[in-house]
């Protein structure tokens, strides 16, 4: 049973990898232990983060129309965005800010991703060409527009929740706070929390 999960969880893992922006990063260090010759990689893995795209969890108001001579109609949408998953470190291994660095890596990855899709002009054709500023007012619905980097935490997982807490992720939706959660509706699972971190940078949609 056990070698059949592994194999299940080896072809999602290629099927991901399959998809347009999607990477896996890996981290490894020496094996101290010697002993066994019969494997010539002495390399342990010590680290891991998934990171690919994800509708946002979320919706944002994206203008439908832009008239010259009106205000624009608006129509919710959950755009692709990048999203940082099943980051574990060895325990053996924590305290050594080695969660942290992948974290950055993640934001410098996924600020490259948006810049690039913020330079795409076909990404403007499909939608009219409308492009989103960051805002300089007090509306808490438009600091959204920015591109984000978001992920998911179980509900009850206090010391990640506290973790990205401490790098400046905020809470954009919380499962058990909700009267229909998606956890109700899908009793095997557990409540979600969503975090986001601003990259600093608008999208076009």
Request: hydrophobic share 35%.
């Amino acid at each position: 049973q056990p070698v059949d999960e592994t194999q299940k969880l080896i072809q999602l893992l290629e099927q991901r990898l399959t998809l347009p922006q999607h990477i896996l990063i890996v981290v490894t260090t020496d094996n101290d232990n010697k002993k066994d010759n019969t494997n010539d990689n002495n390399s342990k893995v010590v680290g891991f983060m998934e990171l690919g795209t994800m509708p946002a969890p979320i919706p944002i108001s994206v203008p439908l129309t832009v008239p010259a001579d009106q205000e624009p109609e608006f129509v919710q949408v959950r755009p692709e965005r990048p999203f940082l998953a099943n980051l574990a470190v060895d325990p053996d291994c924590r305290r050594q800010q080695m969660g942290s660095k992948l974290v950055q890596l993640a934001l410098k990855v996924a600020t490259q991703w948006e810049s690039a899709k913020a330079q795409d002009s076909s990404i403007s054709s499909r939608s009219g060409g409308f492009y989103f500023h960051p805002s300089s007012g007090d509306d808490d619905d438009d600091e959204r527009l920015l591109s984000t980097l978001y992920l998911s935490v179980d509900c009850d997982n206090q010391d990640a929740i506290a973790f990205y807490e401490r790098l400046q992720f905020t809470t954009v939706l919380d499962e058990e706070e909700q009267e229909e959660s998606t956890a109700a509706r899908r009793p095997q699972r557990k409540p979600k929390r969503y975090l986001e971190k601003e990259l600093g940078l608008s999208i076009e949609y």
